[in-house]
């Protein structure tokens, strides 16, 4: 395999890599509530084996992010709009932001 030939670091980050490069090609006006999601769920996954020890504001990050991902795919099924303001918050969790929000968990 080609990805074999790539360095370890590389390879053990591929993800949050190309999260932030997806990311910043793909969201430049404003992040889908598909991505919001995704975005929410992986940070959700990637920080749980920290829950116990995460500074409290990063919890409600996290969690408000576990919210927002929850109503988008609720709208997004049920096949309604959301106000201006949750697609601006939904910035936070971009995959920009998620991506190098899910670097840093690799250096804990």
Same mark, same amino acid.
């Given at each position: $395999? =080609? @990805?074999?030939? %790539?360095? *370890?670091?590389?390879?053990?980050? +591929?993800?949050?890599?190309? @999260? =932030? &490069? ?13 991505? !919001?999601?995704?975005?929410? =769920?992986?940070?959700? +996954? ?6 116990? !020890? @995460?500074?409290?504001? @990063?919890? #409600? ?5 576990? /919210? $927002? %991902? &929850? &109503?988008? +795919? !609720?709208?997004? %099924?049920?096949?309604?709009? $959301?106000?201006?303001?949750?697609? *601006?918050?939904? /910035? #936070? ?8 929000? =899910? &670097? ?5």
């Amino acid at each position: $395999m =080609i @990805l074999e030939l %790539a360095p *370890q670091w590389l390879i053990a980050n +591929i993800g949050a890599v190309s @999260l =932030i &490069l997806l990311g910043h090609l793909a969201e430049r006006r404003f992040v889908s509530r598909t991505s !919001i999601f995704a975005n929410g =769920i992986a940070l959700n +996954i990637n920080y749980l084996p920290f829950s116990k !020890i @995460l500074p409290f504001y @990063l919890g #409600l990050y996290l969690d408000a992010g576990l /919210l $927002m %991902a &929850l &109503l988008s +795919i !609720i709208s997004y %099924a049920r096949r309604t709009s $959301m106000p201006e303001w949750f697609y *601006q918050l939904g /910035l #936070l969790y971009s995959s920009v932001a998620v991506g190098c929000l =899910i &670097l840093v968990v690799r250096f804990f």
